[in-house]
Structure formats: structure tokens, C-alpha cells
């Protein structure tokens, strides 16, 4: 059955129990605008007040799962405070505190946000050909959604150090290796791979599995939370920055950022 989503990019069909999320905007490679951000919180927050939802599965189109931010948006909000979002993200508010387990299928490239929502996911496949990255310092920001604190638990300070300082893209098998998936499959089998899992997920006992999910997450809870608010008021202010006006202008004219004159 499909259910109301309030944007068309953002695609909910609610069926075996399970809500599935699409992010449907592959004209921009599904990058996230505020309104997409809106939908998915809504649907998220949605299935897990509903009794009749136990999992919730989101993936994106067949060759690309998340481009991350609306780099437009970013540029507009640069320039003019009134546009920069009040207050936190309501999707990254909604998948840290969702209850019931999340899945997710990464099809293609995962970047930003695309990567950094799946560290507050329970259960991740990917296809051969995707791709990880959270460009924040190439775009002259800075991490978001807890990666700062998230990264870094599950693959080391030095490790995170080289995703993060130098943008470094992860293969799928590199992101496996890394810890950060649980698993590779062929590109054309991902996603009806993660919606098996997410049916027999939703076949467990719910109140034991929506435990067992609290428990794995309540140690890092508290610093998760404070780590978002803090990496908030960064990102904000790193958006006005010339470093971030700079390169976000080279990504719309096509060429290189260009840092040679920042202190
Ligand atoms: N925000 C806004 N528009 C985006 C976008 C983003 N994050 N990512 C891609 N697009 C748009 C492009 O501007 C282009 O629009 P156009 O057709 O109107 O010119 C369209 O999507 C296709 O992108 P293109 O770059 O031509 O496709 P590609 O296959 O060569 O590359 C990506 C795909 C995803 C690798 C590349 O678009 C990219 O690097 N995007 C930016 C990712 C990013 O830095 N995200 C922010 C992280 S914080």
C-alpha cells in the first residue's frame, strides 16, 4: 500500500509491515532538499508510532542512493541567514531516536548526509558499485548527523581522520571492511536483498528486538546528542564561510575549488 508522502521525491509504501522509504529525485542524483528532509522525517517518525509497522527500509533509485545536501540550498542559506534552517535537521532528529530498526540499501554513490544518516542505521547493504563519502571539508564545512563522534567509534581516529580530512571516497567493499555495512551484494539484487531482511525483521518478536535495539545504542545516546547540537552550530556558521562560498561555486561552474588565499 502506498501512504501519503507530502513531496513526490520522497516515495512511502507501507506493506509486510515494513515502511519502505524511496528517495526519488534521481534527476539530481537525490540530493535532499528541506522539504525531502520533512517527508522522511515524517514517514520515519510516522512508522514508528505505528503498531503496525515493526521495520523501516530506505533506499534510494537503482544508481544512485544520496548525493547529500542540496548544495543550492547550502549556497542560498550561504548568503542569506532567513534561509538557513532553524533549529536541527528533523530527518537526522528522526533516524537517531527511531525505536523500531532501520535498513537501508545503498545503490551508487552515498555522499554527505547520504553517508552519514547510515551510521544511525541497524542494518546496511550495499551494491558493488556503491560508493561513501562525506566531502565536508572539500566543500569547506564540517561533519554532521554525529559523524564526528560516530566515525571515529566505529573505524578509529586515523581512519576517520583520512575519510574526513581528505574526502576520501570508500569502495563498498572498503566500507565493509571497515565495519561501517554489514554486507556486498551485486547491484541488481541490493535492494530486494535489504527488503527480505527488512520482512524478517519484522517478523521478530517487536518489543525484544526494539530492546535489543536500545541497548546496543544507549552508551553513545548522550554524547550522540550533544555532538549533534554542537556539530550544528559549526555547520551553520561553515556555511557562510568563504572556504565553503568558494567551493560550492566551483561545483556549479564545474571546475576546481580554489583555496590558495584562505588562513
Ligand atoms: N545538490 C544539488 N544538485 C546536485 C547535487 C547536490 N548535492 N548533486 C548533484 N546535483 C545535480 C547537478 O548539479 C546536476 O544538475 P544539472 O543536470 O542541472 O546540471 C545533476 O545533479 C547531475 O549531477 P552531475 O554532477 O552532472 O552527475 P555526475 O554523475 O557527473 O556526478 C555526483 C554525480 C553525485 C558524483 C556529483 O553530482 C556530485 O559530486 N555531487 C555533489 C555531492 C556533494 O558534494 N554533496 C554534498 C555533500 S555535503
Not at 548526509?113 to 571539508?137: E, K, N, R, W
Amino acid at each position: 500500500m502506498e501512504t501519503a508522502s507530502s513531496v513526490a521525491e520522497v516515495l512511502v509504501h507501507n506493506r509486510n509491515r515494513v515502511c519502505r522509504i524511496e528517495i526519488n529525485r534521481p534527476e539530481k542524483k537525490n540530493a535532499l532538499t528541506r522539504q525531502m528532509y520533512a517527508a522522511m522525517a515524517g514517514a520515519i517518525n510516522g512508522a514508528d508510532a505505528d503498531p503496525e509497522i515493526r521495520a523501516i527500509l530506505l533506499h534510494g533509485s537503482k544508481d544512485c542512493f544520496c548525493a547529500g545536501n542540496d548544495l543550492k540550498e547550502f549556497q542560498l542559506a550561504g548568503e542569506n541567514p532567513e534561509l538557513r534552517p532553524a533549529g536541527s535537521n528533523p530527518f537526522m532528529e528522526a533516524i537517531s531516536l527511531a525505536e523500531k530498526p532501520m535498513v537501508a540499501a545503498v545503490t551508487g554513490p552515498a555522499i554527505g548526509i547520504g553517508t552519514t544518516c547510515l551510521f544511525h542505521f541497524d542494518l546496511i547493504y550495499a551494491g558493488q558499485s556503491a560508493t561513501f563519502s562525506m566531502p565536508f571539508v572539500r566543500l569547506g564545512l564540517s561533519p554532521e548527523a554525529g559523524s564526528s563522534f560516530l566515525l571515529p567509534r566505529l573505524v578509529g581516529h586515523q581512519r576517520a581522520a583520512e575519510i574526513l580530512l581528505l574526502s576520501k571516497t570508500l569502495s563498498s567493499q572498503q566500507a565493509l571492511d571497515l565495519g561501517i555495512i554489514n554486507a556486498v551484494l551485486p547491484d541488481n539484487k541490493v535492494i530486494d536483498h535489504a527488503w527480505d531482511i527488512s520482512c524478517k525483521l519484522a517478523q521478530q518478536p517487536p518489543a525484544s528486538v526494539r530492546l535489543t535495539k536500545a541497548l546496543l545504542k544507549k552508551q553513545a545516546m548522550a554524547t550522540l546528542s550533544d555532538t549533534m547540537a554542537d556539530e550544528l552550530q559549526h555547520f551553520a556558521r561553515r556555511l557562510e564561510s568563504g572556504e565553503c562560498k568558494e567551493a560550492l561555486s566551483a561545483f556549479f561552474e564545474r571546475r576546481e575549488p580554489d583555496f590558495s588565499s584562505f588562513e
